[in-house]
């Protein structure tokens, strides 16, 4: 009787101890952005050299602190969302300095954040995880560090700002004349529209509709390739 009322306090422990585990903390994430990053968007990148055990931590607080299959889809979108970007400012950090994150070698396949035993690099978490979420507006949310690339936000996504941060960012991002103008007469916007046009096509709708939800202007008629921009892979530099 007693073996087995130590064996069942054990198990509670360990049940405990795993549900505890199962909320990754932003904090330290949050505050490399906060000391780092500009409301628009720019990154002191020697900053944030500075500030790399932070980072450091932090990516060792992801891969102790995988998503679990009880979390909300707010908890695993702000922790891949979160984990991608600083993934990026990662290999900008490593690399340093840069003019781009294309002059790093193969920077979208590098296999560097352990989560269960499994290796993700920026192109696993971006097809393999969250698009597969069906959430078209993370594009709006994550940063491959360039001028053309949204914004990155000052804040770490939590599964309390999730959310309003999807809506915000993309709306924020859609009414920005640097990435996106639209008037009555002509219009030219984000590539970004082209390369994932098949996640805002959902439902029967274009992607001109998914644009016009949030656009203040909206746009007129069927959008062309020669509607879409140039992308600007300049990295997003407070010294540039």
Not at 61 to 68: H, M, V, Y
Not at 85 to 99: A, F, G, S
Not at 178 to 192: A, D, E, L, P
């Amino acid at each position: 009787m007693k073996g087995i009322i130590i064996k069942t306090i054990v198990l509670l422990l360990i049940s405990i101890g795993v549900e505890g585990q199962s909320k990754v903390n932003h904090e330290l994430w949050d505050q490399v952005l906060i000391l780092n990053v500009t409301k628009e968007g720019k990154v002191n990148y020697k900053g944030v050299i500075q500030d790399s055990p932070l980072i450091y931590k932090y990516f060792s607080e992801l891969s102790d602190n995988p998503p679990q299959k009880n979390w909300s889809k707010e908890e695993k979108l702000a922790y891949w969302i979160n984990a991608y970007n600083v993934i990026t400012i990662k290999l900008i950090i490593e690399n340093y300095p840069v003019k781009s994150i294309k002059d790093i070698e193969n920077p979208w396949n590098q296999k560097v954040l352990n989560v269960k035993g499994e290796k993700y690099s920026l192109d696993d978490i971006e097809h393999n995880v969250l698009r597969k979420m069906k959430e078209p507006r993370i594009h709006f949310l994550i940063n491959c560090a360039s001028n053309s690339s949204p914004l990155l936000w000052y804040r770490a996504y939590t599964a309390e700002n999730i959310n309003k941060a999807l809506d915000e960012r993309t709306s924020k991002f859609i009414n920005d004349p640097r990435y996106n103008m639209i008037t009555r007469k002509s219009t030219m916007i984000s590539r970004i529209f082209l390369l994932y046009k098949n996640d805002f096509c959902v439902g029967g709708e274009e992607v001109e509709d998914f644009i016009n939800k949030y656009s203040k202007v909206k746009i007129k008629g069927k959008l062309t390739k020669s509607n879409y921009s140039k992308y600007n892979w300049s990295l997003n530099d407070m010294e540039h």
